[in-house]
């Protein structure tokens, strides 16, 4: 492989390695110092002033849900999953090789049909323009995060194919 070859796969490693792991955690941990603001804001107006922040429960839920969203993106990319892989250890390369591939179509398939089905729901939602009870958050933005999140794991996996099927995580290419 020639330099400049390797000098794109490595340009390449490091935008996707950005994408899809290191905005995923900023935004996640961003979120999580916004949720600990609005609880200890909520604890101190619920016990100092005996005045709760009522939609303050609600926004909770829809940050851990975005949250979680974001933190799957990763998870999926360095292939950091749990595996169920009491008889995988058992399997003997040239047959791992194949079972990895058909794990990461089957992986593929089934995170595109969930964004399918998710954005199905999400235009449901934005059509009909439903909010949430407290918050009157527009319920586009938790359903979103499912969207986002499945779309974000399946490109991940057709990204890192070669790694899924060589069983290689965390090795970006």
Not at 95 to 105: F, P, R, T, Y
Request: some cysteine.
């Amino acid at each position: 492989m020639d330099q400049q070859r390797v000098q794109d796969l490595s340009r390449s490693a490091r935008i996707q390695e950005f994408i899809f792991v290191k905005m995923p955690h900023t935004l996640a941990g961003l979120l999580f110092l916004i949720a600990v603001g609005i609880n200890i804001a909520n604890v101190v107006a619920r016990y100092v002033f005996s005045a709760p922040i009522f939609w303050a429960e609600e926004v909770l839920v829809f940050i851990v849900i975005w949250t979680v969203a974001l933190v799957m993106v990763a998870i999926t990319f360095k292939q950091a999953h749990l595996n169920m892989d009491l008889f995988y250890v058992q399997v003997q390369p040239p047959l791992k090789q194949i079972l990895n591939g058909l794990i990461a179509l089957t992986f593929i398939g089934c995170t595109a049909f969930t964004a399918v089905q998710s954005w199905r729901v999400v235009m449901l939602y934005a059509r009909n323009g439903n909010v949430s009870t407290a918050a009157e958050v527009p319920m586009v933005i938790p359903h979103a995060a499912v969207l986002f999140a499945f779309s974000m794991m399946a490109v991940a996996v057709v990204l890192r194919f070669r790694q899924y099927v060589a069983g290689a995580p965390d090795k970006a290419e």
